[in-house]
């Protein structure tokens, strides 16, 4: 019985951390912010050099051979640091690609897993697998991240497959002005695309595929939930009014300890969502939906909280916390919202 | 991670499984046939090692090293079984684990065994009038007479208060001394003239505390637990042997599944309540706060076993048990509608019905206090777990 991170995971965390502290310090995000691009390639290649493209493969297919539960422990790691970048959807392409009994796709397999090749998720409709109505020949797709630089796309394609999808010939890209500046989207067009068939609609793999992705975000925005309460507990020490640290003030400090319980018990339940995906528990699906929803909700809440509990500079561009608060928004919105999360669990509990 | 005990822990639960298969046959026993078939069946299972597993053999414990996954095991099978464990309460919860490391032997010899036998059974005598979240500010005085310590004053909120024959209480016998280190730690008998107790009626309408009057009650003095003057030390002593336990024993996740019962028995326009998708959305919605408390407990469980502390988790599993039962009671009251006009019966008497949530609903917010109060965990959550400033007004504390 061992229910909390092992050394491993720990290790794996710390390196994803220090390569980050690294390539995207404050000032690297505050020009990204500021920019118009939708990918960064410095951080990238930092992060693809961990291993983090082959995180989920097999081992005796070149990968790390771990689980969703490593994947997510990575995931909250970017979302701490608004690592852009579709990392998630990355760590899954090269599974999903594996997975198939498409072999001609397998030929992207090594760049996957190197991160040469940049992959990205484009599900359309309403996010929902059975939502999704575009094709390799035809259709569009909202809320791409990353697309300008994506070299595959992992298709949501119409009632519930997957296909992978080159970029190039066939797929026009039209950016969106994006609320979250990190994870900068675009509308991606498909016309006569090449693409590989991966899964067809309605294969299970797609929907397990559907809720490792939720538990990615969910992890995302735990990492970006705990960001917001340390920022906040550290400048609570720090700021002095009426001659003492605010932190002092029993005001504001139950305002932060209410901030830390919104976080800290969640991440277990992040865990738990890993753990069955990896276990194949018959509550996997629902604990994925539930984990996105909760996580989702407390993000957003413990991201507005941050702001009230830093007065005037939480409030101001430069200071930066706004990326984050921008980064619940998308937590919150992207592959469903809480409400539609809820409803499913609700339907998978039987009730 | 990985969820499941392991084959040495298996290998455990089936011995314990036979065992209470073997030992445990209550079969029609009724009353005192009952009590004393369940007073022999503790001692046998004492013998095999699973109950009183902290207390030394030599006071009539089994004395096995501290092992919560076997603990675990041990709580899973006795609750499979129906089968009693050890006699809980203030007593084997406070009390002996104090003694057990501030006691002298005599104490020991004294105390600890009647208690566990359910003779002796004890109320906490900490909280009085004047003296809630401030508890070193205690008021009721001892003075050390010959060979006795005289008591005066008045403690409240003692549950269990109807039954108990002793008391555990903070006393302050050193006027002169600090506010922390005036205060000593003395076991009174609560079967004596200067003794007089009475029932506090809560919003529910029972009486669950009471409180008690000292006019001039008297305690040898031997019954003093520690030093003069070191009794706020002496009561944070606390059991942490085996002290993780997995989810149920809160019961967050019972109530829950109730919460679930009662909005499919309810009906909301013409349909069960369930199936409305308003419903759905507020149960869905405090089930996230159900599973993370949940799923913490098995984090506090599995970092107890590895011998690593519980950190910031641990100082938030009551608050957030507080939060989540008002939560629960705020929905019910949703889902029980006009129900709530009505009083429930006692709780044990049939034919109650949705208005029996109305317990639960009143019941939340005596959580919000019993404990140590909602506002007194956000600050040991800002302070011990984030590490915020102490507030000056209770610098004291040491």
């Known amino acids: 019985m061992r229910f909390h991170p092992s050394e491993e995971q720990l290790a794996i965390q710390d390196a994803v951390r220090g390569t980050l502290a690294d390539v995207w310090p404050k000032e690297r995000l505050e020009k990204f912010v500021d920019g118009e691009a939708d990918f960064d390639p410095d951080s990238w290649q930092a992060l693809m050099a961990l291993g983090l493209g082959g995180l989920l493969l097999p081992e005796d297919q070149g990968g790390a051979g771990l689980g969703l539960l490593d994947a997510a422990m990575v995931a909250e790691v970017a979302g701490q640091a608004a690592a852009p970048g579709p990392i998630g959807a990355q760590m899954l392409a090269a599974l999903i690609v594996s997975k198939s009994d498409n072999q001609e796709a397998k030929a992207h397999l090594d760049a996957l897993t190197s991160g040469e090749a940049v992959a990205t998720f484009a599900f359309g409709g309403a996010w929902l697998p059975e939502s999704w109505d575009a094709t390799p020949e035809s259709g569009s797709v909202r809320f791409v991240q990353s697309a300008g630089a994506a070299n595959l796309f992992v298709l949501g394609t119409k009632g519930g497959g997957i296909a992978l999808v080159e970029a190039g010939e066939g797929v026009t890209i039209e950016p969106v002005k994006s609320s979250d500046r990190s994870r900068r989207l675009s509308t991606v067009s498909f016309s006569g695309a090449r693409a590989y068939t991966l899964f067809e609609a309605g294969d299970p793999f797609v929907a397990r595929i559907f809720d490792a992705a939720l538990v990615l975000v969910a992890a995302d925005a735990l990492g970006g939930a705990q960001y917001c309460v340390d920022l906040s507990v550290a400048y609570a020490k720090e700021r002095e009014q009426f001659g003492q640290p605010i932190g002092r003030f029993q005001a504001l400090k139950h305002q932060l300890a209410q901030m830390a319980l919104e976080v800290e018990p969640a991440r277990a339940l992040v865990w738990y969502a890993g753990y069955a995906h990896d276990a194949d528990l018959p509550d996997a699906a629902r604990a994925a939906a539930m984990a996105k929803a909760h996580l989702a909700d407390r993000f957003v809440s413990v991201a507005r909280a941050a702001v009230a509990a830093h007065g005037g500079i939480g409030y101001t561009w430069e200071y930066g916390l706004n990326n984050w608060f921008r980064r619940s928004l998308f937590d919150r919105a992207y592959l469903g919202s809480p409400a539609v999360h809820r409803a499913r669990a609700a339907d998978l509990a039987g009730w | ?398």
């Open chain 2, 1 to 398: 991670m990985d969820l499941s005990y392991g084959a040495e822990a298996e290998a455990f639960r089936t011995e314990v499984r036979d065992f209470l298969r073997a030992t445990w046959q209550p079969g029609a026993l009724r009353g005192a046939d009952l009590k004393a078939y369940i007073t022999d069946f503790r001692g046998k299972a004492t013998d095999a090692g699973y109950l009183y597993r902290a207390i030394p053999k030599a006071f009539g414990g089994s004395e096995q090293p501290a092992d919560v996954v076997r603990a675990q095991v041990i709580r899973e099978e006795f609750g499979r079984a129906r089968a009693p464990m050890e006699i809980t309460g203030n007593g084997m919860n406070m009390l002996v684990p104090t003694l057990l490391e501030k006691g002298t032997p005599e104490q020991k010899e004294l105390f600890i065994r009647k208690t566990m036998s359910g003779e002796y059974m004890w109320g906490q005598g900490y909280s009085e009038p004047g003296t809630g979240s401030d508890l070193a500010s205690v008021r009721t005085k001892g003075e050390l007479v010959g060979d006795e310590w005289v008591i005066n004053g008045q403690k409240i909120w003692t549950s269990q208060g109807d039954r108990a024959t002793h008391m555990f209480a903070l006393i302050r016998t050193e006027p002169q001394a600090s506010k922390h280190g005036g205060i000593s730690y003395l076991l009174i008998d609560l079967n004596q003239p200067g003794v007089t107790r009475r029932p506090i009626r809560q919003m529910t309408g029972d009486a669950g505390f009471y409180e008690f009057f000292f006019d001039n009650a008297k305690t040898p003095a031997s019954w003093l637990i520690g030093e003069r003057g070191d009794g706020w030390n002496v009561s944070r002593t606390t059991l942490k042997h085996e002290r993780a336990a997995i989810g149920s024993a809160t019961g967050l996740g019972t109530q829950f599944d109730k919460l679930v019962e009662l909005a499919r028995e309810v009906t909301r326009n013409g349909k069960p309540a369930i199936q409305d998708p308003e419903v759905r959305q507020a149960l869905t919605r405090i089930e996230g706060y159900v599973m993370a408390h949940r799923y913490s407990s098995y984090r506090l469980f599995s970092l107890a076993a590895a011998g690593e502390d519980g950190g910031l988790v641990q100082s938030m599993m009551k608050l957030l048990l507080t939060e989540t039962g008002h939560e629960m009671a705020l929905a019910a009251q949703e889902l029980i509608g006009d129900d709530a006009l009505v009083e429930p019966a006692s709780a044990g008497t049939r034919g109650r019905g949705p208005e029996k949530w109305l317990d639960q609903v009143m019941g939340s917010l005596g959580n919000s206090i019993a404990g140590g109060t909602t506002n007194i965990q956000r600050n040991i959550i800002a302070e011990r777990g984030l590490g915020l400033p102490r507030d000056l007004a209770m610098g004291a504390e040491k």
